[in-house]
Nanobody
């Protein structure tokens, strides 16, 4: 049973920073990434990283502000969030795919495993 456990959420003022962490149980993945869901909105892609190669891809809304990284040995993935905005307020989910798949890997359907989510609140 694959488990993903997020940590690092919280409340911050606009312009501040937070770092989310995700601990994965022992196995390899194709991609790991982050999605978020704000109240009343659909779940949306934030960022992803190729688990082996380390290549990254970001949603336009976070590009230049967020950085995804991974520690292969520790089986951890991180999301460094800088210059946070109130519109970044959401529950953030860590995700993983069982294998490398074609396509953009930005759909929730591309991912097989999900964490329980961690709340990020940005006040103006």
């Amino acid at each position: 049973q694959v488990q993903l456990v997020e940590s690092g959420g919280g409340s911050v003022q606009a312009g501040g920073s937070l770092r989310l962490s995700c601990a994965a149980s022992a196995r390899t993945f194709g991609y790991m990434g982050w999605f978020r869901q704000a109240p009343g909105k659909e779940r949306e892609f934030v960022a992803r990283i190729n688990w082996i190669g380390g290549t990254t891809y970001y949603a336009e809304s976070v590009k230049g502000r967020f950085t995804i990284s991974r520690d292969y040995a520790k089986k951890m993935v991180y999301l460094q969030m800088n210059t946070l905005k109130p519109e970044d307020t959401a529950v953030y989910y860590c995700v993983a795919s069982a294998a490398v798949r074609g396509g953009s890997m930005t759909s929730s359907r591309d991912y097989d495993y999900w964490g329980q989510g961690t709340q990020v609140t940005v006040s103006s």
